[in-house]
Every structure is written in C-alpha cells, then in structure tokens.
C-alpha cells in the first residue's frame, strides 16, 4: 500500500485576494505607485502584498529593471490566473448580492477627469439611478486594455479607432504659457510641453507648429497634469490643453501660435456592455461639451493674467 505523505507547510499556503488585487493593479496601472493610487492604498502597502504572494508561491514575482521593475516568468504566469480568480469571485459577489446596485466603472485620463467627471456624476445620477458608478483615472493604453479585458465598463477616449465608440462632441485646444512669455527669434523652435509618449495631444502640438513651418523641441516631459502645468508655469514652453473654455491657474491663453484642429471624444463600451447605457453616458456628456466653445474668449493675450480657478485639464492619452 503506497501512502501519499502530504506536506503541511503547502497546504498553508493560500492565494489572497486582497494581494492579488494588487499584483493585477501592478499590471494595468504600470508600476506600484500607481497602482496604490488607484486603489487608494499606499505603495509600501502594495510592495507588502507583492512579498505575501512570493512568500505563498516561494518564487520571485517582480525583478528590477532599469529605474523600474518587471515581472518574472513566474509573475507572468500568475498575472491571467489572478484576473480569472478575481472576476469569478467579483462574478460571484455581483450575482449573490441580492438586490446590489450593478456597478459600472467608467475610465478617463486625469486630464479628461477635472473638468468631465463631476459634471457627468451629478447628471448619472439622476438619469441612472439603478446604477452605481465607479471612476477609474489611467493613461488611455490602460484603458484600452482595461476595455479588452473587461475591468473598465466604458472609457472616454479622444480620437479613438474603436468602431463601437459613440460621438460626445469635440474638445477645442488651445495653447497655454506663462504669464509674460515670449517665442524669443522667429527662427528659434518652440520649446513645447508635453505629456510623456503616447500622447495624442503631444502629436497634435506638434504636428500643428510643423504644418505653419514653425520648428519645434521639447522644452519639458511630464507624466501628469500638474506637471505639466507647472513646468509651463515656469516658462519652460507651451502646452496645448483642452479646458472647456477655464484656464489653468496660473497660465494664460497665447494667442500668437497657429490654432489646432479640435478632437473628438467619443464613449467607448466594453464587449457586452447595454448599448442603452452606453449611450444614456454619451448624452450626458454632450451637453457639457456645448458651451465651451461660447465660454472662451475669441482670442487671448499672453501676458494677461485669468483668476479663473483650474477646473480642466485635457484628454491626454
């Protein structure tokens, strides 16, 4: 008789959600520190659920790489398995929970939240009561893959290629420097600002400067929007913003750049999701985009200060 002798210590190892939530936010956010922001945790909190699921598994799950860090072959066999564990137990508390609002997570840029996000909330609300929404805030590849992978529901996108897209309206642009800036000699480049590639702004800037035959360089990278506005702040370039007709605090309006075609915003559903819904989403938006274009001023001064507060950013990618 042959006797299958069992380890003890294997069978205390377990796969916690609450870390593999973090591990799959490692991979949609980018890093750790951004992952603990979307999940509102701090980033030693995330770095320690990292550690409990290498200690269950006994096998590094990320490795260092550059100024960053990557995943393992071990991480990158774990990473599907845990979207599998945490949809089957996100399925199974949905549809158990007897009488629970349906959640529906809605993704934009930070840019695109400033200005879109409370107004959209306010309008939801009354016209989509049996819903609870929920917000995600990432760069627009995330949020694409988010789509595909079904963790967003639907995802505000400017220019967007995807076919099931539903038209908001377009997002004027305009360019933005510091108080008192000047170009300096025509035949200097345009120091412009610009959020770190893929962006499809940072091209829009460029390409509009390229087609009036200015050249241009990039004064200044940012990953996010207060980085961008500061470093325009600090007269290290232009930027080239959609705000609704608000300027940022801070900057103002330059007026003696060649004017940018606006963008489209468009609400992208995931596979599945009510198209009614989808839909009810879009018209709430369109609204908002309709006075903008009365609420800018036909030409701005550089040079001349605007005490309006920063409600808007823009749409980056």
């Known amino acids: 008789m042959i006797v299958k002798c069992i380890n003890l210590l294997d069978m205390q190892r377990y796969l916690d959600l609450v870390p593999l939530r973090s591990f799959v936010a490692i991979a949609d956010c980018g890093g750790f520190q951004r992952a603990a922001t979307s999940l509102h945790l701090s980033q030693g909190a995330v770095s320690q659920h990292v550690r409990r699921l290498e200690a269950a598994i006994g096998r590094p799950l990320l490795e260092r790489h550059g100024r960053g860090s990557r995943f393992t072959a071990a991480g990158e066999q774990l990473l599907p398995r845990a979207r599998r564990l945490l949809a089957l137990h996100d399925d199974t508390v949905r549809d158990l929970a007897e009488g629970a609002e349906e959640v529906v997570t809605i ?11 409370p107004r959209l909330t306010s309008t939801l609300e009354q016209t989509a009561p049996e819903y609870r929404f929920r917000f995600r805030i990432d760069r627009g590849q995330r949020l694409r893959d988010a789509l595909a992978s079904g963790t967003v529901d639907l995802a505000l996108q400017i220019d967007s290629p995807d076919q099931r897209g539903l038209p908001i309206g377009d997002l004027a642009l305009t360019w933005y420097a510091a108080p008192g800036w000047r170009r300096g ?14 962006c499809p702004l940072r091209n829009r800037a460029v390409d509009t400067l390229t087609a009036s035959g200015l050249t241009t360089a990039v004064g200044a990278e940012a990953p996010n929007l207060a980085g961008v506005h500061a470093a325009v702040a600090a007269g290290l370039g232009v930027a080239l913003l959609a705000t609704l007709g608000e300027t940022p605090a801070g900057l103002v309006e330059c007026s003696d750049l060649p004017e940018a075609q606006p963008v489209a915003l468009s609400a992208c559903p995931r596979q599945g999701l009510p198209q009614e819904l989808a839909e009810r989403t879009a018209a709430s938006l369109r609204p908002l985009l309709a006075p903008a274009a009365s609420r800018r001023h036909p030409t701005g001064r550089t040079g001349a200060a605007d005490d309006e507060p920063d409600l808007i950013g823009h749409a980056a990618d």
């Open 107 to 117: 993704g934009t840029t930070e840019h695109a939240a400033a200005q879109l996000l």
């Open 185 to 198: 000699s025509p035949d200097s480049p345009v120091p412009v600002v610009a959020f770190d590639k893929p």
